[in-house]
């Protein structure tokens, strides 16, 4: 079946850009999202990659696709205090809502 | 102001009892959907609808049960068949073709 792993926790410093990774193994994936989820609120769509895209700018966000490697990645620039939550990494291997879901990492940003 | 709402927000069940949740949405979105969330995992997904009066199971349907007689509506009952009901679900939405699926504020269900 579909998997879609992430670390668990990233720190870092205000200004500092973050780096969360997500790996999946469905290779008929043909959209890949990041969610952010504050605490007790729902999931905010941050963006969502093409799979016959490498990189999508937006932005703070960059997210690199690396297809082969069934990588994932999403760089956020400038990390402000605002930007701590859990983040979501997600696939689906269609434009329907049935997305397959990572634990999430959490993002702490200290100041 | 557009947008997916979810009622109540906590709700509170003796075991043994059915509960509905609430899911609205005037976003005219075709598809909705009910996910599951509990603590340190990701979503997980219940029952999806793709169009009015049609709905599927997702991967942990067992002890839920869902209706679609408007487009805008889609709400989730939990049964007394429900093991561990106790979590947080989230309802979402996109429309057919429509990458982006957008999520509502969530009910956090606690069973007693």
């Known amino acids: 079946g579909e998997d879609v792993e992430q670390s668990l926790f990233l720190s870092v410093r205000e200004g500092d850009s973050s780096v969360i990774n997500c790996t999946y193994t469905?290779?008929?994936?043909?959209?890949l999202y990041w969610y952010k989820q504050e605490p007790g609120a729902g999931l905010q769509l941050l963006t969502y990659?093409?799979?016959?895209?490498d990189m999508k700018q937006d932005q703070r966000l960059t997210v690199l696709l690396n297809k082969k490697d069934k990588h994932l990645s999403l760089r956020i620039a400038d990390t402000q205090t605002g930007d701590s939550a859990i983040y979501f990494c997600a696939e689906s291997p269609d434009s329907w809502g049935k997305l397959q879901f990572g634990a999430g990492t959490q993002v702490v940003v200290t100041p | 102001d557009g947008g997916i709402t979810q009622s109540p927000k906590y709700l509170f069940r003796k075991e043994g009892q059915n509960v509905t949740l609430s899911c609205e949405q005037n976003?005219?979105?075709?598809?909705m959907y009910w996910y599951r969330q509990d603590p340190g995992q990701g979503l997980r997904l219940i029952y999806y609808?793709?169009?009015?009066?049609?709905?599927q199971k997702g991967d942990i349907a067992e002890g839920y049960s869902v209706s679609r007689e408007k487009k805008e509506s889609f709400p989730l009952t939990v049964t007394s068949a429900q093991k561990n009901p106790t979590a947080f679900y989230l309802c979402?939405?996109?429309?057919?073709?429509?990458?982006?699926?957008?999520f509502g504020p969530g009910t956090r269900l606690t069973v007693l």
């Open positions: 979402a939405s996109n429309n057919n073709g429509a990458a982006s699926v957008f």
């Open positions: 990659i093409f799979s016959n895209m």
């Open positions: 469905d290779s008929s994936s043909t959209y």
């Open positions: 609808s793709q169009i009015v009066n049609d709905f």
């Open positions: 976003l005219n979105h075709d598809a």
